[in-house]
């Protein structure tokens, strides 16, 4: 008999979400964490630490530049790096600590090590005190993602750093070159901007986070730009040399071209992050990978082997905490012989720099390449009264509906508060919602999300306040 009914390995967010529920629908479960700490990269190396240091460092420059004008005398802020560190760990610390009480409450046993697949049903674990085999019914793969490396750049983690580095630079660098301009290279670029430094972001493609609405990428860059990001678009870094005092990568235009030097102190790397799916023995036990390394998987999260199933970001969609959670929900309620399900149509995604940008659904580019007729409506918060108070102004409301039946086929704030006001939007889409469902829907006076109704009324050319 097997001492499980379910064996995941990882407790990153789809791995320790996908034990709770497990053990809520009454499967005797088990977890596998190879790291000393709960909660993968997203609490440890990503999403908690990352929104600490952007909360830290947006009221940094916020008592610096911000308060005097609300009649707020604070004189000019002093940074104490060691301690924005000190406070973002703890914040961390508080959220791998909760997850560990969570584990404790469902009664899912926690083994530390690595695990790997010896098996269907078997999965060994090496850990400090040796190896241990767990018999299980289920395996679910959560074993999450890796920086994606730059060819010819090796990162050291103190001046060629990634996300986990530019988490934990121990002074402001005077210039930091940020190599990708994703959500991630804007967020801790965002960071360290706030706190002194210059920041130059270089870029491959033509435009600044791809896969985001262009016409909200465009202003987006602009509002960046005003902030003092600078942008080398369509440039490719080639090589950074770190003989000197300073770093020098080498860039070149993205098509080929004349190379050219940039000088700065520190480089983060952030082209993005690979599936990791090492020494888990997929290969041996027949585990079907695609080109990109991601584990592939039925509508049910099934791999091709029976037993064996796998969610996050080591399989395909977007590498995003919540995505991951969603997935583990639905494969522990499918183990528990229920139904399921994650609605990649409605799965939102946030820029949390100021201001934020967020969204949710589809983006024009999209639909024209769909061939689905559609109607825009746009709302600025130069035009709400809440954000005028605050001086927040920057950004907008973009609703689009399908032209012929008015559903919300995707909203896209740039704006102030945007990550917490998508929720709305999500949540109207998921229900199948109009535009004029939304614009019907009171909205509290003076809110931000007044910009939303504005946006859904204008899709029918009658906002009010514009
Ligand atoms: C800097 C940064 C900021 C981010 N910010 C956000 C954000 O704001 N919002 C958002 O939604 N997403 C964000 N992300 C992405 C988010 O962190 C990931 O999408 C999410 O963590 C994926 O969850 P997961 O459970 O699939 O895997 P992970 O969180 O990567 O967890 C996988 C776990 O598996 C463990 N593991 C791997 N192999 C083994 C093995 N063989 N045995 C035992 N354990 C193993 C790893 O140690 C790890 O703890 C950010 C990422 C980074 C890097």
């Known amino acids: 008999m097997s001492a499980y009914d379910l064996v995941v390995i990882g407790t990153g967010p789809g791995g320790y979400v996908c034990a709770i529920r497990a053990a809520q629908l009454g499967l005797k479960t088990a977890v596998v964490e190879k790291r000393k700490t709960l909660g993968g990269t997203c609490l440890n190396i990503g999403c908690i630490p990352s929104k600490a240091l952007l909360h830290a460092s947006e009221l940094y420059e916020e008592a610096g530049h911000g308060f005097e004008a609300m009649?707020?005398?604070?004189?000019?802020?002093?940074?104490?790096?060691?301690?924005m560190m000190a406070f973002k760990d703890e914040g961390v610390d508080g959220n791998v600590k909760g997850v560990e009480f969570l584990m404790k409450k469902n009664k899912i046993d926690v083994h530390v090590g690595t695990g790997r697949i010896a098996a269907p049903g078997k999965v060994e674990v090496t850990g400090e005190a040796g190896t241990t085999t767990l018999e299980t019914k289920a395996i679910v793969v959560a074993t999450g993602s890796e920086v994606a490396p730059l060819k010819g750049v090796a990162i050291d983690e103190t001046r060629i750093v990634s996300?986990?580095?530019?988490?934990?630079?121990?002074k402001v660098p005077k210039k930091l070159l940020v190599v990708g301009a994703g959500v991630i290279g804007l967020e801790l670029g965002s960071?360290?901007?706030?706190?002194?430094?210059?920041?130059?972001?270089?870029?491959?493609?033509?435009?600044?986070?791809?896969?985001?609405?262009?016409?909200?990428?465009?202003?987006?860059?602009?509002?960046?730009?005003?902030?003092?990001?600078?942008?080398?678009l369509s440039t490719k870094v080639t090589g950074i040399d770190k003989s000197g005092a300073r770093l020098k990568a080498t860039v070149e235009p993205a098509a080929g071209g004349e190379p050219v030097v940039i000088d700065c102190d520190v480089a983060?790397?952030?082209?993005?992050?690979?599936?990791?799916?090492?020494?888990?023995?997929?290969?041996?036990?027949g585990v079907a990978l695609d080109p990109r390394g991601r584990v592939i998987t039925d509508a049910h999260f099934a791999t091709n082997v029976p037993g064996i199933y796998a969610i996050g970001d080591v399989i395909a969609g977007p590498m995003l905490a919540h995505k991951a959670e969603d997935e583990g929900v639905a494969v522990a309620e499918i183990l528990a012989g229920k139904a399921g399900h994650v609605n990649y149509g409605v799965i939102p995604g946030v820029v949390y720099t100021t201001p934020e940008l967020a969204t949710v659904g589809r983006t024009e580019e999209d639909l024209k390449a769909a061939g689905i007729a559609y109607n825009v409506g746009k709302f600025p918060f130069t035009a709400n009264g809440r954000a005028k108070v605050n001086r927040t102004t920057d950004g907008f409301v973009k609703v689009l509906a399908d032209a012929k039946t008015d559903r919300v086929l995707g909203v896209h704030i740039l704006g102030p508060d945007a990550g917490n006001m998508i929720a709305e939007a999500a949540l109207a889409m998921e229900f199948g919602a109009s535009s004029e469902d939304i614009a019907r829907t009171c909205h509290a006076h003076p809110t931000l999300t007044e910009a939303v109704k504005e946006a859904a009324l204008a899709v029918e050319k009658r906002a009010l306040h514009m």
């Open 71 to 83: 009649g707020i005398k604070v004189g000019k802020p002093k940074l104490d790096l060691a301690a």
């Open 268 to 285: 983060l790397i952030a082209i993005g992050r690979v599936p990791y799916t090492d020494g888990l023995g997929l290969d041996a036990v």
């Open 191 to 232: 960071v360290w901007r706030r706190l002194g430094a210059e920041v130059e972001v270089v870029e491959f493609l033509d435009r600044i986070v791809p896969g985001i609405d262009l016409d909200v990428a465009r202003q987006f860059q602009r509002i960046l730009q005003k902030q003092g990001f600078a942008f080398r």
């Open 163 to 170: 996300s986990t580095g530019a988490l934990a630079l121990p």
